[in-house]
């Protein structure tokens, strides 16, 4: 049974705790004491109904004030499907935090409320989803009940959504009317709103495909730790522990190590210490080669063709998050990409992403927190990646404070 990895955004009050909360209530993934402790905070709050927020807000200035401070993980399963669930804060200052829960995500769920249409935190959201690149995204127009469950409503945020979708050449776009306290359209179909005759939001989650694309891409396969036992009966073992992120490999495949250029081919591959035959996109394994050659943790394994080319200059789309320092030309920082973490130095900003208008605004001196730019980096050793919009997986990065080993920006690599 795969996993989906699913991400909640939207403005505050807009219904994304009460959305996953009401997920795990209809598919019955809440354990008694759970429900028992969720009934109890609800009367403490003297509003009469169980608040099924209360599911995911778990901190507890996010239980005083109602609101999604931290990104909150569920894990939960149908008979169909395992899921992760990530929600993100809606607050625009928070925005660094929905950055982090999506860049992993497989599909975004952008919630509406009915009553006010796409607002300006709408645009910053599906900004970030389509540069993350997700490769699905649904719009759930949420608060239906308040709005009389109206069809003409529902088109109209539709049509909106929809010119704003094409602009951000969102492909994979589904639009659902909900009602997350009355459980309309969230896992059953809602009697309540007969016109609306697409799927339920369980449904389109259930049937999402997640592994859309990525093994039919070249495989990357970046080296995490290198296997050396060395005892009596493993003597002469040397194995390559990683995670495939796209593609496959098969035994017998010729491969090449990067950046050094050098080739081998497989003579083995494991999986928690069985041998297969082959491995796809997202599997953990063992590599073992026929030959021995000078590979550590850090080096990219790729096959004969479609080889990215190692480069010093590099391009990228930045989320700034840090609250302290602005990022400026000439700033010094760590690139963390898979498992390489290398030095380098911004050279110039191209320009930042108005996030309402999605102009691009030229002569910028520096970025502030939750700030979108593109800025062009030199690294210290040449890096082995994919442009960001050919290979997700290989081509997401992060920016670390050296000084204090803290992440200040998400970045998404492309060729300079």
């Known amino acids: 049974m795969d996993i989906l ?17 009401r997920l795990l209530y209809d598919t019955k993934n809440i354990l008694a004491d759970q429900m028992n402790a969720i009934e109890k905070a609800s009367k403490s709050r003297n509003n009469g109904e169980v608040d099924l927020a209360l599911l995911t807000d778990g901190l ?12 909150a993980y569920k894990y939960f399963q149908t008979p169909n499907r395992k899921f992760i669930s990530i929600d993100a804060p809606g607050h625009t200052q928070y925005t660094r935090n929905m950055v982090t829960g999506a860049s992993n995500a497989d599909l975004a769920i952008i919630l509406i409320d009915a009553r006010l249409g796409v607002i300006e935190q709408t645009k910053r959201h599906s900004l970030i989803a389509a540069m993350l690149k997700i490769p ?8 239906m009940d308040l709005v009389d469950f109206s069809e003409d409503v529902y088109l109209n945020i539709a049509r909106e959504y929809k010119d704003l979708a094409e602009k951000l050449k969102i492909d994979n776009l589904r639009i ?4 997350a306290l009355g459980g309309d359209n969230v896992v059953d179909k809602s009697k309540n709103m007969p016109w609306y005759d697409g799927e339920p939001l369980l449904t389109v989650l259930e049937t999402a495909n997640v592994h859309r694309g990525t093994i039919d891409l070249a495989p990357r396969f970046p080296v995490q730790y290198v296997l050396r036992p060395q005892s009596a009966e493993l003597h002469d073992y040397r194995g390559y522990a990683g995670r495939l992120l796209s593609g496959q490999l098969k035994k017998g495949d010729r491969i ?8 081998s081919t497989i003579a083995r591959l494991e999986v928690y210490g069985e041998e297969v035959e082959e491995i796809l996109a997202s599997q953990s394994a063992t590599l073992l080669l026929t030959d021995d050659i000078d590979i550590s943790r850090g080096d990219l394994i790729v096959g004969e063709q479609d080889q990215p080319v190692p ?15 602005e990022l400026k030309p000439g700033n010094k920082y760590l690139l963390q990409h898979g498992t390489t973490r290398v030095r380098c130095s911004v050279k110039q900003i191209d320009y930042r992403v108005d996030i309402n208008t999605y102009v691009q605004e030229d002569q910028v001196d520096s970025l502030k927190l939750n700030d979108v730019a593109k800025i062009i980096i030199r690294t210290a050793q040449p890096l082995a990646f994919d442009p960001y919009s050919i290979n997700r997986a290989n081509g997401g ?4 404070d050296e000084t204090s080993n803290v992440t200040v920006g998400a970045c998404m690599l492309e060729e300079a």
């Open 5 to 21: 990895r699913f991400i909640t955004a939207g403005s505050v009050d807009n219904g994304k705790s009460t959305l996953i909360g």
């Open 60 to 71: 507890r200035s996010e239980r005083e004030q109602g609101i999604t401070i931290d990104v």
């Open 136 to 143: 699905y995204i649904v719009v759930a127009i949420n608060k």
């Open 176 to 179: 659902i009317p909900v009602s």
């Open 256 to 263: 090449t190590v990067l950046p050094s250029g050098l080739s």
């Open 311 to 325: 480069t010093q200059d590099i391009a990228s789309l930045v989320c700034w998050m840090d609250d302290r320092k």
């Open 397 to 400: 990065a992060i920016l670390i």
